[in-house]
């Protein structure tokens, strides 16, 4: 039998969602942060229309898709990269730049898939401490060595939810040298409507700043991500994309997504007060969140039984949570938000839930 490289067979498989129910329940998945409402009909329109040309292979440089995201941010559409989700573009960025030797540096409840990433890559993954489930950038800073080829900060955080301030990530910045990579996965930057927005430090250091069509954009079933990355860090980068990565579809439906900004406003805001309500409700039964600038929130419950006891009662009802053990965070269930029904009807078995507690 082939033996696979021994730092692939060190791995384990990547953790996706578990998504077991009780039989005979319909099953409301607020596990994988997807988005609680279908993408724009402009969208979908597109990619009806877009499929008839399946025979032919798409256009590699996703060139209307870099207009349409160029046109909307004001950014270069040179500088712009597009991958089948921003995964194949966080895969695509710490294999150019991190191998044996090197460490991958990211903060304690950080993206798993960062970690994966790095494991692929052959890479030493690091992580700093986090202070109230936030981005410290100091501890950042304070484990950088001479190996630390990249720092990645997920900010929005996922799984927590919390964000750092433009001042912070600048900080960040001017505390490492020009060539440590600081990748930004700002998957949820469309949640935090008043962030002012960090393109500009592409122009300063090796700095790469990601953003996917899979949250807001309600399109995470057709895999598009895209990035906003200095020359030549870009050049490195596409050399490791799959030629042809993202379907005709795919590229239609994201170009007419990212045209329609208002229907994903709209979207955005109505995600933002069923959160609140949400949120407010679970403060209420004594359970307070995190503050949430994406489309989820972090449940801290009392322990890790308790959160075992919680997600069981759910899985029960047909609720799926995602476990948190996998992000150093036991104690801790993480819900996507859903439509409203879903979330009140959450709400309520939390509710009950938490009167069966000593
Ligand atoms: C969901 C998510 C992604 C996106 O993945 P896609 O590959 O674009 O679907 C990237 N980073 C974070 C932090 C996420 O939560």
């Known amino acids: 039998m082939i033996a696979a490289c021994p730092h692939v067979a060190a791995m384990a498989p990547y953790a996706l969602a578990d998504m077991t129910v009780a039989p005979g329940k319909p099953l409301i998945s607020l596990a994988q942060n997807e988005s609680a409402f279908p993408p724009s009909p402009l969208a979908i329109d597109a990619a009806r229309e877009a499929l008839s040309g399946a025979a032919l292979y798409p256009d590699p440089d996703w060139t209307d898709l870099r207009t349409a995201i160029a046109d909307t941010h004001a950014l270069n559409p040179e500088k712009i990269l597009c991958g089948a989700g921003s995964m194949e573009l966080i895969g695509a960025l710490i294999q150019a730049f991190a191998g044996p030797g090197d460490t991958v540096l990211a903060s304690e409840h950080s993206y798993a898939f960062f970690r994966t990433a790095a494991q692929i890559a052959g890479a030493a993954y690091l992580v700093a401490a ?10 950042l800073l304070a484990n950088v060595t001479g190996n630390t080829r990249i720092v990645c900060v997920a900010n929005p955080g996922n799984p927590t939810g919390t964000r750092i301030p433009r001042a912070d990530l600048i900080r960040l910045r001017d505390g490492l040298s020009d060539d440590v990579l600081l990748l930004i996965d700002e998957a949820y930057g469309e949640f935090s409507k008043d962030a002012e927005p960090v393109w500009d430090l592409v122009q300063q ?24 990355l200095p020359d030549s ?19 239609a439906a994201a170009t007419a997504a990212m045209r ?7 979207i955005v805001d109505r995600t933002a007060a069923i959160r609140g309500r949400f949120c407010a409700g679970l403060t209420e039964v004594g359970l307070p969140t995190p503050d949430s600038h994406t489309n989820f929130v972090l ?8 959160a075992i ?10 609720i799926l949570m995602r476990g948190m053990g996998g992000y150093g965070l036991p104690h801790c269930l993480r819900a996507t938000i859903g439509p409203e029904p879903h979330m009140v009807r959450t709400l309520d078995l939390l509710r009950e839930w938490k009167e069966t507690q000593p």
Do not use: C, H
């Open 130 to 139: 986090e202070t109230d489930l936030t981005v410290d950038v100091d501890a």
């Open 205 to 228: 250091g090796d700095t790469a700043v990601l953003r996917t069509f899979s949250k807001a954009y309600g399109l995470a079933g057709l895999r598009a991500g895209w990035g906003y």
């Open 233 to 251: 860090v870009a050049t490195e980068v596409r050399k490791l994309l799959n030629p042809n990565n993202i379907s005709i579809v795919t590229q």
């Open 260 to 266: 329609d900004q208002i229907y994903m406003r709209g």
């Open 299 to 306: 449940i801290p419950l009392k322990d890790p039984d308790a």
């Open 309 to 318: 006891s919680a997600d069981t009662a759910l899985r029960a009802e047909g």
